[in-house]
Every structure is written in C-alpha cells, then in structure tokens.
C-alpha cells in the first residue's frame, strides 16, 4: 500500500521560507508526475508545481520565481522550497503522485499547514 507523508510545515512571517518534504512509501510505478497542491480555506484546491519522472518541472503563476519543487527519484521523495511566502500562500498544502504507466493510479497525502500571518 502506497503512502505519501508530508512534512516541514509551520508559521512562518511573510518574506520569510520554508521546505516542505513528502516522502513516498510503497510500490510506486517509476515513471510518475510528483506535485504539489493546496488549498486555502472557501477555496478549491489548486496546483503549486509538479515535477515529472524526468525532472520537467511546471509551476502555478503563483509560484514561478519563488517556490522550487525537486525530487530523489531514488529515494521517492519531492520537496517544495518555498521562499518570498506571503500571506496568500497559507494554506494546506497537500503531496501528490500520479502513474504515467500501469495502474495509472493517484496518491495524495495527508496535507500539512503553512500559515503566512497578515
């Protein structure tokens, strides 16, 4: 059974960073789309930055130039360096893989906090 576990959020001050970590258990077909996601109170959930098996990386607008998403293909695992947050950053940000092959199957995680105070 595939889990996905996230971790490293927290309040942090606007202008301020932080790295958010998602470690992914299980068997996972290798070629695969890892990303971020949040969702913010009223509001549906959105895409951060996903990065495929073959580090092609995409970003939200809202995320090019200060958030940066990379992966250990080896280890199974995606991270999201967030710097410059802001206050519309807060949300919950959730881990996410989906198979390009086989199953084809989707995994999300349980979600972790990031509040950036007005």
Excluded at 101 to 106: D, F, K, N, S
Aim: hydrophobic fraction near 35%; charge should be positive.
């Amino acid at each position: 059974q595939v889990q996905l576990v996230e971790s490293g959020g927290g309040l942090v001050q606007a202008g301020g960073s932080l790295r958010l970590s998602c470690a992914a258990s299980g068997s996972i077909f290798r070629i695969n789309i890892m990303g971020w996601y949040r969702q913010a109170p009223g509001k549906q959930r959105e895409l951060v930055a996903t990065i495929s098996s073959a580090s092609n990386t995409n970003y939200a607008d809202s995320a090019k130039g200060r958030f940066t998403i990379s992966r250990d293909n080896g280890k199974n695992t995606v991270d999201l360096q967030m710097n410059s947050l802001k206050h519309e950053d807060t949300a919950v940000y959730y881990c996410n893989v989906r198979e390009l092959i086989g199953p084809m199957r989707v995994y999300w995680g349980q979600g972790t906090q990031v509040t950036v105070p007005s």
